[in-house]
Nanobody, 122 residues
């Protein structure tokens, strides 16, 4: 499975951004799609995930209420919509996929994209 993120950029605080993740290869093995982010100089952190056939979602407290993850299996795409962006949302955002039900641990994910930079200016 190969994952490629797009849609990052520079956004003013209060704005919105939709990140896309294009999956290719053995996409039929994907059970969970997740999003993580890594602020400069900090550890990679969980943002949210969508899992299983019923698309069960879970989000980190830092983005809960501002973030929506969706998936279009027919197009092999996943999306991360973030609203009311804050400067602390700045970081490299990664798309990840797992061949099982996965939650917030990065080690549970089997495949990763290269990341896309999101910068929120105050």
């Amino acid at each position: 499975v190969q994952l490629v993120e797009s849609g990052g950029g520079l956004v003013q605080a209060g704005g919105s951004l939709r990140l896309s993740c294009a999956a290719s290869g053995r996409t039929d093995v994907i059970v969970t799609m997740g999003w993580f982010r890594q602020p400069l100089g900090k550890e990679r952190e969980f943002v949210g995930r969508l899992a299983g056939t019923i698309n069960f979602t879970a989000y980190a407290d830092a983005v809960k209420g501002r973030c929506t993850i969706s998936r279009d299996k027919a197009k092999n795409m996943a999306y991360l919509q973030i609203d009311s962006l804050k400067p602390e949302d700045t970081g490299v955002y990664f798309c990840a996929a797992a061949g099982k039900i996965a939650a917030a641990r990065a080690n549970d994910y089997d495949y990763w994209g290269q990341g896309t930079q999101v910068t929120v200016s105050s």
